[in-house]
């Protein structure tokens, strides 16, 4: 009976050490599993933040391009006003000088200026 017994235990010591080893290698799986899950997870997160990075400073580059462009605006602006200006100027002097002109036609009587 001892014999028995004894061979009872160590089955169940035998049956309880393979579950044992069957569930640490069920956990080693599991474990390298997600170990292959955080290294994707990992270069997912690098390649996201080279690709932030690269569209910062594409974005930095369009500030720049923005304000070159917004200063070249301001400075058209700037010169279509004061082309109108002059363009006005130059306008109120023709006419000043075309009247006067007409005038002096008229003064001389060779009747090129008067209505007939």
């Not at 569209?55 to 010169?79: H, Y």
């Not at 006003?81 to 002097?93: M, T, Y």
């Amino acid at each position: 009976m001892v014999n028995n017994s004894t061979e009872s235990r160590l089955e169940r010591i035998e049956r309880v050490l393979d579950a044992l080893a069957s569930n640490l290698a069920n956990e080693v799986d599991a474990r390298l599993a997600l170990r292959e899950d955080i290294e994707i997870i990992y270069q997912i997160a690098k390649h996201s933040a080279e690709t932030a990075d690269r569209t910062t400073e594409a974005i930095d580059r369009m500030v720049e391009s923005q304000q070159a462009l917004q200063s070249s605006v301001d400075s058209l602006s700037r010169s279509v006003a004061q082309l109108v200006e002059n363009a006005e100027s130059d306008r109120k002097e023709t006419r000043r000088i075309w009247e006067y002109l007409e005038s002096q036609q008229r003064h001389q009587g060779n009747g090129h200026g008067k209505k007939q």
